[in-house]
């Protein structure tokens, strides 16, 4: 039986836990560093804490971070790499992905996602639920596309950004690292590294 190990036990791990059983993971098992007072994620046990999971990473077939925070989650995924974690990625059956995409190690793609021809996802990405990246998009490592954005051709999304939920992104737009485009924006000029950009059409409102 393939056992997959997840760490973080958030709502975003229970949707990873779900999806990892329609894909065929045998067993999914949590750690999450408020072990030992978190014991369950929903149906699912939490074993341990990050330390215990590199510990015994090597008893897992595949090892993925279920946390929001873009840094954070990438930093992990480093950790469990390192340890020797067999970092896998998970792709919900009823998403659309291009067999001419690449989806980096430890991204993750929802229910209802498409990732078009020639699009391109870095590792530790989340391509949250109904979010659509359309032909010859790049998508930097840690990148989190919240639930139904949509990216339209070509364009650039950096490192560790965060895209809120229901925003779109014109055509050929490039958005630099670590920036935060607030729900609901509609992107129509390229953003510089870390900054906020909120409405429609998005204005920058501060700077990291
Ligand atoms: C499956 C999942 O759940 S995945 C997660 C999906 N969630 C998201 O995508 C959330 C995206 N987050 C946002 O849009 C947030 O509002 C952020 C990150 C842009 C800003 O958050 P905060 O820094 O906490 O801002 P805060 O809520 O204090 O609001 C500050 C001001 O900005 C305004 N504001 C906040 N978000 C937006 C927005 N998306 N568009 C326009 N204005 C906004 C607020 O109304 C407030 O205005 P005021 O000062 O005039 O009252």
């Not at 990246?133 to 490592?141: K, Q, R, S, Y």
């Amino acid at each position: 039986m393939k056992r997959l190990a997840i760490l973080g036990a958030s709502g975003h791990g229970k949707v990873l836990a779900d999806m990892a059983e329609l894909v065929g993971w045998g067993e999914t098992v949590f750690f999450d560093d408020a072990w030992p007072g978190l014991e369950k994620a929903g149906q699912w046990r939490v074993e341990g804490d990050t330390r215990a999971l590199t510990a015994a990473v090597a008893a897992y077939d595949g090892v993925i971070v279920a946390i929001g925070d873009n840094l954070v989650r990438l930093d992990k995924q480093r950790l469990l790499a390192e340890s020797g974690g067999a970092l896998v990625s998970l792709i919900h059956p009823q998403a659309s992905v291009s067999r001419y995409a690449s989806i980096g190690a430890g991204s993750v793609v929802m229910a209802g996602a498409v990732i078009n021809v020639d699009a391109h996802v870095g590792k530790g990405c989340i391509i949250n639920t109904g979010a659509t990246v359309d032909h010859d998009c790049e998508l930097g490592d840690g990148v989190h596309l919240s639930p139904g954005v949509h990216l339209a051709g070509g364009v650039k999304v950096g490192r560790a950004s965060w895209i809120g939920i229901g925003a779109s992104v014109k055509q050929l737009v490039s958005i630099g690292d670590g920036v935060v485009v607030g729900a609901g924006a509609a992107v129509v000029q390229n953003l510089p590294d870390r900054c906020t950009a909120l409405g429609v059409p998005a204005r920058i409102v501060g700077s990291a």
